[in-house]
């Protein structure tokens, strides 16, 4: 008898699958494509407290840093590709320099080029968040070459805004959160 109810049950679970708007017969969405993640980082305060976590990301052929900072000042920051992989609190001098393969000059908008490592300011919200991608105008591998050298690469949030022209820094302040890029997720 338990294998004609187990068999009757089957069959009306079958039945239903069959039905269209019933059970699992209906055609599931397609998922959203997702950006491809080629390096990541957690960021922390100089209080070692986190920051949010920067992502190097490709879609549809295009670099962009994902950036979902939390617990920041309210206000505009520059933000900046470092050359090397070291966040040592609480000044993350330690992360080096701006990524800066070419020798360029600081600044977007300096005629003699920027540095690679240059990047949009970001504008943190009242409540210390913002989530922004920021675009890269790179190729992958020109970029995580530079990136993953034999001393790594880190991301750096500093303290008042970029003025996209003065070398080397854009008078952009201290820095206030760093991270240190890994590859992948």
Avoid: W
């Avoid at 609190?89 to 540095?115: I, K």
């Avoid at 970029?143 to 050298?149: N, R």
């Amino acid at each position: 008898m338990a294998k004609v109810l187990t068999g009757l049950t089957m069959a009306g679970v079958l039945a239903a699958l069959m039905v269209p708007g019933v059970g699992m017969a209906k055609t599931a969405p397609k998922a959203a494509a997702k950006d491809k993640v080629l390096a990541s980082a957690a960021l922390m305060k100089g209080d070692t407290m986190p920051a949010g976590v920067a992502s190097i990301v490709e879609a549809k052929g295009k670099l962009g840093l994902k950036l979902s900072l939390s617990g920041l000042p309210a206000g505009v920051h520059a933000v900046h590709l470092h050359m090397r992989g070291v966040c040592e609190v609480p000044a993350f001098t330690s992360a080096g320099g701006h990524l800066n393969p070419a020798g360029h000059q600081h600044g977007r908008d300096n005629p003699m080029g920027a540095h690679m490592g240059d990047l949009p300011n970001v504008t943190v919200g009242d409540d210390g968040t913002a989530n922004v991608t920021l675009p890269l105008d790179y190729k992958a591998d020109e970029l995580l070459t530079a990136l993953f050298d034999k001393d790594g690469g880190a991301v750096v949030v500093h303290a008042a805004p970029d003025d996209y022209k003065t070398d080397p820094t854009g008078n952009a302040g201290g820095r206030i959160a760093c991270g240190a890029f890994v590859r992948g997720q």
